[in-house]
């Protein structure tokens, strides 16, 4: 449930609520999430506008006859600048939620995205991004992991129909224990649009 109220032609402020409950089957077990949260979005001018959630979240969780009850920040926040040709990004975020595997997850990211129209064929697309993911647990050690991320991607129109370009990323995982290797992956690609493309 949200209440959204216009401050001004460049601004909003409001309040959420969200309740989640989860039951596990063949168990007893359940998790209940409750976030209230105010935000706020602004166009700050012509090219940039921000907007920003902060809110707490209350946990509880029962899992084979324990309990635990944690209390944690929620956030959302992202300042974008957007133009005719371009448009890049920046965000913030920190949420609980509830897994399959019974236990309370605290979700932590950072990230940035960069588009750009190099001209009326080409256009190119950046992003990296870091999320840590943290494990409550009740029956076992809490687990801490941390996620990164890089993609770069290129496309030109080759005519009205057809497009052509490539996709590069890069990942890694760090954990509390010995890491993976990290994950390359690259991709060529050919497009083409059938009925009417406009």
């Known amino acids: 449930v949200s209440y959204d109220h216009t401050l001004s032609e460049r601004t909003s402020v409001g309040a959420s609520i969200g309740i989640n ?3 596990y089957d063949e168990s007893n077990d359940s998790s209940t999430i409750i976030n209230p949260s105010v935000f706020v979005r602004t166009r700050l001018s012509e090219y ?3 907007s920003a959630s902060v809110g707490v979240s209350f946990a509880d969780l029962d899992r084979d006859g324990s309990s635990d ?3 944690n920040i929620s ?4 300042l974008c600048r957007t133009s005719e040709s371009e448009r890049l990004c920046g965000r913030l975020a920190r949420y609980s939620q509830a897994s399959a595997r019974e ?3 605290t979700t932590t990211s950072a990230g940035v995205d960069w588009f750009k129209k ?3 064929d080409q256009t190119v697309q950046l992003s990296a991004s870091v999320i840590r993911y943290t494990v409550d647990d009740i029956l076992n050690e809490n687990e801490t992991s941390h996620h990164f991320r890089v993609a770069a991607s290129y496309n030109r129109r080759i005519n009205r129909r057809m497009s052509a370009g490539v996709d590069l990323g890069a990942r890694a995982l760090r954990l509390d224990g010995p890491d993976p290797d ?3 992956a690259g991709s060529l690609f050919l497009r083409y649009g059938l009925g009417d493309v406009g």
Request: charged residues 25%.
């Open 48 to 50: 940039w506008d921000a």
């Open 69 to 71: 009850s944690s209390t």
């Open 103 to 105: 236990a309370l997850v």
């Open 182 to 184: 990290p994950d390359l």
């Open 21 to 23: 409950r989860t039951d």
């Open 75 to 78: 956030a959302d926040a992202s």
């Open 118 to 120: 190099l001209d009326a």
